[in-house]
């Protein structure tokens, strides 16, 4: 059974940074694309940046320039560098996995980590 796992998350001044994490079991990363999620409290879940298996990279408008995701494939790791960082950034973060190998689906859910930007 593949697990998720993210660390990182906390409490930040508006204008910090904080880097997240997201740990993956087996070696199946390699095969997945990779993304962070967020949800604030009385809002949906929204996709914040995505990592494709080669490397590409997609971000929500309100993260470009100030978020950064990236993977480690040997590590099997993802992790989210959070810059300058803005009280409406406050969520909860989920890591998130899914991709399709030989007809089989794969869609994986971590149990997601608090970031709260306030002064």
């Known amino acids: 059974q593949v697990q998720l796992v993210e660390s990182g998350g906390g409490l930040v001044q508006p204008g910090g940074s904080l880097r997240l994490s997201c740990a993956v079991s087996g070696t199946i990363v390699s095969i997945l694309t990779m993304d962070w999620y967020r949800q604030a409290p009385g809002k949906q879940r929204e996709l914040v940046a995505d990592i494709a298996t080669t490397g590409s990279t997609n971000y929500a408008d309100s993260v470009k320039g100030r978020f950064t995701i990236s993977r480690d494939n040997a590590k099997n790791t993802v992790n989210l560098e959070m810059n300058s960082l803005k009280p409406e950034d406050t969520a909860v973060y989920y890591c998130?996995?899914?991709?399709?190998?030989?007809?089989?689906?794969?869609?994986?859910w971590g149990q997601g980590t608090q970031v709260t930007v306030s002064s």
């Open positions: 998130h996995g899914h991709g399709r190998l030989m007809s089989i689906s794969y869609d994986f």
